[in-house]
Nanobody, 112 residues
Framework: EVQLVESGGGLVQPGGSLRLSCTTS?????????VNWVRQAPGKGLELVAT???????NYADSVKGRFTISRNSAQRTLYLQMNNLKSEDTAVYSC?????WGQGTQVTVSS
């Protein structure tokens, strides 16, 4: 069974940092797949936050450039999202996505 499981969300003050993890299982060769972090804020649609393309190129939404870093550990089959200098507008449910498979999401709340 193909699965994605996120962890690392929580409550953080503005300016703080969090690192999200997404553990993958059941993929035969996920090292060659594009992987994504997406988020959905309350009352808003899905936003593509960061991507590692199949060839390895990384792309970020303008709203997070310079603050978020996407990375992967292929040996451990884990995807990460390092989030620094968090803002209240980063509050959302964050999910990882590979192809048509989605994780359940992890809540990130940025508030003082």
């Amino acid at each position: 069974e193909v699965q994605l499981v996120e962890s690392g969300g929580g409550l953080v003050q503005p300016g703080g940092s969090l690192r999200l993890s997404c553990t993958t299982s059941g993929f035969n060769s996920d090292g060659y797949r594009a992987v994504n972090w997406v988020r959905q804020a309350p009352g808003k649609g899905l936003e593509l936050v960061a991507t590692i393309a199949a060839g390895g190129a990384k792309n970020y939404a303008d709203s997070v450039k310079g603050r978020f870093t996407i990375s992967r550990n292929s040996a451990q089959r884990t995807l990460y999202l390092q989030m620094n200098n968090l803002k209240s507008e980063d509050t959302a449910v964050y999910s990882c996505n590979v192809g048509t498979v989605w994780g359940q999401g992890t809540q990130v709340t940025v508030s003082s």
